[in-house]
Each structure stands twice: as structure tokens, then as C-alpha cells.
């Protein structure tokens, strides 16, 4: 059975940081890559950060580039997502969701993505 475990979230303060963690089991990184989302109230979905398999850049959304980073330790099944220079706009549910390794030109397109985590909540306070 396939599970992601994202953990890390909380409570912080506008220009702090966070780091989120997302647990992955019963998948090898060597088969699937792993993606960052996030979901505000009253938002649609939003794709962060994963994993270009076409050419194996990082992808970042313009919202977060130069503020998040995204990492992985494959020994542990763990990828992470540093969180830097928090906004209140930043305040969403975060989630990680796993997609079978292809090559595409996008690692962003949320309806390629197999399996998904319960999410974990971030605030920023102003």
C-alpha cells in the first residue's frame, strides 16, 4: 500500500520558516517522483515544486521561487520542502503527491499524479 506522510506544518510568523517533510512507503523513488502542492480557502489546488524527469531541472511556481527548495534523501523515502521568507499568502494546506517517472515536458500537471497525502496545514501570521 502506497502512503505519503507529509508533516512539518504549523504556525508561523510572516519572514520565518518552515520545512515540510513528506514520508514516502510502499514506492521506490526509482519509479516514481514526488510533488509539492498546496490548497488556500476558497483556492483551487496549486502546483510548487517537483522534479522535471524531461530534464531533471526543479520546477518551482513563480509564487514560491527564490523562497522554497525542494529536496529529497532517497535512503530515507523522504522528500522535504524548505520553506524561507513566509508570506500569510503562503497560509494553505500542503500536500505531496507521487506520480510514475515519465518523460514529459511538466512535472506540475496535478491529474498525472497517482497517489496524494492527507496534507498538513501552514499558517502565517502577519
Known amino acids: 500500500e502506497v502512503q505519503l506522510v507529509e508533516s512539518g506544518g504549523g504556525l508561523a510568523e510572516t519572514g520565518g520558516s518552515l520545512r515540510l517533510s513528506c514520508a514516502a512507503s510502499?514506492?521506490?523513488?526509482?519509479?516514481?517522483?514526488i510533488g509539492w502542492f498546496r490548497q488556500a480557502p476558497g483556492k483551487e489546488r496549486e502546483g510548487l515544486s517537483c522534479?522535471?524527469?524531461?530534464?531533471?531541472?526543479?520546477y518551482y511556481a513563480d509564487s514560491v521561487k527564490g523562497r522554497f527548495t525542494f529536496s529529497s534523501d532517497n535512503a530515507k523515502n523522504t522528500v522535504y520542502l524548505q520553506m524561507d521568507s513566509l508570506k500569510p499568502e503562503d497560509t494553505a494546506v500542503y500536500y505531496c503527491a507521487a506520480r510514475v517517472k515519465r518523460d514529459r515536458p511538466s512535472c506540475i500537471l496535478q491529474f498525472e499524479y497517482d497517489y496524494w497525502g492527507q496534507g498538513t496545514q501552514v499558517t502565517v501570521s502577519s
Open positions: 510502499g514506492l521506490s523513488f526509482d519509479n516514481y517522483a
Open positions: 522534479i522535471n524527469t524531461h530534464d531533471w531541472n526543479t
